[in-house]
């Protein structure tokens, strides 16, 4: 089917019944930055990968923390069910263990608002299992690893590890009475049953702290900052092989430090060592690599500082894919880029899409196979259209994939309960993005009533956005 004749069809059902995005609270729906809230899990018996996503929705549709699933690699999303529905500010970690997936989650807040005391910020450990039987995910019993019990402390930006001798490892800060935050930690060595709390990796952490707990193989690491804005990069390391309240002592990682402490991605690099992008303080976007003992020499990723900047990446063999949003120069919206790095040089620029709008806190996951297509997931606040999730993908080497056209799948949510997809997506050719984009602009307004005033953007739904905040801007620009 030619784009052309396509872009017909999508506007004729636009007409006749609008599309709608599945919304979420806000273009933040993807914080923490640290957390891995995307996983990559191989079926077996010839059923192929799915990715299962852990996003907040806010309250939008009714629904919370839940969990959806993608069985063509990111296209086209579903509803799996409910982690937390109540809570509306929690966030999830989650770490694929074979079919299953395990998760923790916990709250976090806007920087504004701050974390504040009570006793239901807590920490919960919870079991997603393969049933093969459904093909489908189930979750198991929530269990309370860290307990808030007074209304001046509070449990927040809760992170899962699991070693080589299969422990779960659960950090954790926790704010004192005086506003300060302790880095608590807790393992379990009964596969989630139990937990116990070790002693706490660090304290008078001011502010809000921040940070990602890794394993790397042989070892685990923690490396954190917090809110201060002055506080360089800590970081503490133990071998699986040590006894369990064991690890090395509190370390400078680099002195300038970790925004938020959490404004940063990181995954193992399969030496033993990590792959780290981070928001340093002054707000410019870094790389290092830790070896398993120190902390490289920093490269620029991207000088210019933004304050809601911030990276997402995926390691594919040893080219570690970096995707960020790249403010505009104008402040009148985001662009979506990945660069490469390979063979230790970082390589150019590549914009996926531009967006007019907020465009921000990514997810990706961390390791994906040679051949896979590479998605990241950006919340999407776009001018006077209504917040939702969008996926790019890494440019492909693979000419076919690179040129194909590829249609965009709106899911289709076989839960009866939830009937709105989880995202849009961003890929196809720019210049069939562009006849879509005027094909839609071009409609009349009818054609998306109730999907946010009459915006051609609100009713995209199944449609590839690429070059459609450039679009925006230009027309901005002649009235």
């Known amino acids: 089917m030619g784009w052309a004749l ?225 506080m360089a990069a800590r970081f503490r390391v133990r071998d699986d092989g040590a006894p369990l309240s064991s690890w090395s002592p509190v370390r400078t990682a680099f002195p300038e430090g970790i925004y938020h402490g959490a404004a940063l991605s990181a995954v193992a690099d399969g030496r033993g060592g990590m792959h780290l992008v981070y928001k340093d303080n002054s707000e410019r976007l870094m790389y290092r690599r830790f070896d398993g003992r120190r902390f490289g020499s920093a490269r620029v990723v991207h000088e210019r500082g933004d304050w809601a900047l911030q990276p997402a990446i995926t390691r594919v063999g040893s080219t570690v894919h970096i995707f960020y949003n790249r403010p505009h120069r104008d402040g009148r919206g985001y662009d979506l880029v990945v660069r490469r790095l390979s063979g230790g040089s970082l390589g150019s620029v590549r914009e996926l899409a531009s967006i007019s709008g907020f465009a921000g806190y990514p997810a990706a996951v961390g390791v994906m196979p040679s051949g896979a297509r590479v998605p990241c997931l950006f919340g999407l606040e776009p001018r006077h259209g209504s917040d939702r999730l969008v996926v790019v993908f890494a440019p492909s080497s693979n000419k076919a994939n690179a040129a194909g056209g590829e249609k965009v799948a709106a899911a289709e949510d076989t839960d009866a309960t939830d009937e709105s997809p989880l995202a849009v997506v961003l890929d196809g050719p720019e210049s069939a993005v562009r006849n879509v984009v005027a094909a839609l602009e071009s409609a009349p307004e009818e054609a998306s009533a109730g999907c946010g005033g009459g915006q051609a953007l609100a009713a995209l739904l199944s449609v590839p956005l690429l070059a459609l905040g450039r679009h925006r801007r230009k027309q901005a620009a002649r009235r």
Do not use: C
């Not at 189930?138 to 007074?150: C, H, I, M, Q, T």
């Open 6 to 230: 396509w872009a017909g069809i999508v506007v004729s059902l636009a007409a006749a019944a609008p599309p709608s995005a599945l919304p979420v609270e806000a273009g933040n729906a993807l914080t923490l930055p640290a957390h891995r809230h995307l996983v990559r899990v191989e079926r077996g018996n010839g059923r192929g990968a799915v990715l299962l996503l852990a996003v907040q929705r806010g309250g939008s549709g009714g629904r919370g923390l839940g969990m959806y699933r993608s069985e063509d690699g990111g296209r086209s999303w579903k509803y799996e069910g409910p982690i937390q529905e109540d809570a509306k500010q929690d966030r999830a970690d989650v770490v694929a263990v074979g079919r299953d997936v395990a998760l923790v989650y916990s709250v976090e807040t806007p920087d504004g608002q701050g974390i504040s005391g009570s006793p239901s910020r807590d920490v919960y450990f919870q079991w997603w299992r393969y049933q093969a039987s459904s093909d489908r995910w189930a979750p198991g019993r929530a269990l309370k690893v860290f307990d808030s019990r007074s209304s001046r402390t509070a449990y927040y930006r809760a992170e899962l590890a699991r070693d080589s001798r299969g422990r779960l490892w659960v950090q954790a800060f926790r704010r004192e009475p005086d506003g300060k935050s302790t880095l608590v930690i807790s393992v379990s060595t009964d596969g989630g049953s139990t937990f116990r709390e070790q002693p706490a990796l660090d304290r008078g952490i001011s502010k809000r702290g921040g940070g990602r707990l890794l394993h790397l193989g042989g070892k685990l690491v923690m490396v954190y900052g917090s809110h201060s804005g002055g």
